[in-house]
């Protein structure tokens, strides 16, 4: 079992920046794959931003492309996403995303507000 634990979301203007936070705790030595997946009310989950623990570039959504990055701390079992030049789209619900096969695991969501 994995445990996630996202932090750092809020309200913030047009144009301003956020950064996120996932610790994660329990059997997270065979994790291969975090993400950062964000929902929006009345809309599907979306993958925006995809890291590999064993290093590699990350991916991310074109619609984030240029403004978030992911990055990780192995140290501190800890990923983050850097949000910057936030638009109100961006407004969503953001649930750090563990995957280690074959199972995935979920935080719980921090909300994100971005006003215009």
């Known amino acids: 079992q994995v445990q996630l634990v996202e932090s750092g979301g809020g309200l913030v203007q047009a144009g301003g920046s956020l950064r996120l936070s996932c610790a994660a705790s329990?059997?997270?030595?065979?994790?291969?794959?975090m993400a950062w997946v964000r929902q929006a009310p009345g809309k599907t989950r979306e993958f925006v931003a995809t890291?590999?623990?064993?290093?590699?570039?990350?991916t991310y959504a074109d619609s984030v492309k240029g403004r978030f990055t992911i990055s990780r701390d192995n140290a501190k079992n800890t990923v983050y996403l850097r949000m910057n030049s936030l638009k109100p789209d961006d407004t969503a619900v953001y649930y750090c995303?563990?995957?280690?096969?074959?199972?995935?695991?979920w935080g719980q969501g921090t909300q994100v507000t971005v006003s215009s």
């Open positions: 995303y563990a995957h280690q096969a074959p199972y995935t695991y």
């Open positions: 329990g059997r997270t030595f065979s994790t291969d794959v």
């Open positions: 890291i590999r623990w064993s290093g590699g570039s990350p």
